[in-house]
């Protein structure tokens, strides 16, 4: 996190400088922005890596546990597919975004640093935990234990409550791909047996 104090207060200040020589040039008498392009070229890009930097800043650390990887890699997937991101920064912004002795950073660092290793390090974080095969068996089993936690004398949920965990399981196997029609049959009577004859 340091490493990002530090990254920001340079970009900052070299954006308060731009910003200053932009004010300059635009308030000057007879003024000509087009002789001017470098400068406003400097700043979008500075912009762009400002916007970078904080992408990075926010984005959901992830330390290898397969309920952990869609959320981790729809956020870190902007900085994936940015051309703009040279592939060197693209594996230290990887290595800054798992969660320091887990599996997951053990893995990318596992790689050295350079702009070749980048796409191998997302490659293996992507076969060891982002298999849509163990996703879907990872979502599908989780909706079991809710059924059978929801049978269970000792725990009662609500129905709304009840009904946002099924929601939350039955998106993520939708971003999978998985359809209605692919669960329907085995998750409604499941469901069907918790609920009260009142309810249904």
Do not use: C
């Not at 796409?119 to 079991?144: I, M, N, P, T, W």
Request: no cysteine; glycine share 4%; net charge negative.
């Amino acid at each position: 996190m340091e490493h990002f104090k530090k990254k920001r207060t340079v970009v900052r200040s070299a954006f308060t400088r731009l910003y200053n020589a932009i004010n300059d040039v635009i308030s000057a008498d007879g003024a000509n922005l087009t002789d001017n392009f470098d400068l406003l070229a400097d700043f979008d890009l500075l912009g762009e890596k400002y916007n970078e930097l904080f992408a990075v800043i926010g984005t959901k650390k992830f330390g290898g546990e397969i309920k952990d990887w869609l959320p981790f890699w729809g956020q870190f997937s902007k900085i994936d597919s940015d051309p703009n991101i040279d592939e060197a920064d693209k594996l230290q912004y990887l290595i800054q975004v798992t969660l320091p002795s887990t599996r997951a950073r053990e893995l990318v660092e596992s790689f050295p640093p350079s702009k070749e290793n980048y796409h191998k390090a997302v490659d293996s974080l992507k076969s060891r935990f982002g298999q849509d095969d163990l996703l879907v068996e990872f979502y599908v089993r989780e909706l079991l234990k809710l059924t059978i936690s929801m049978n269970s004398r000792d725990q009662k949920v609500k129905l709304p409550t009840l009904y946002d965990r099924i929601e939350t399981q039955l998106r993520a196997l939708e971003s999978l791909g998985v359809t209605t029609e692919k669960y329907a049959a085995m998750l409604f009577p499941l469901v069907e047996s918790y609920l009260s004859e009142e309810v249904l």
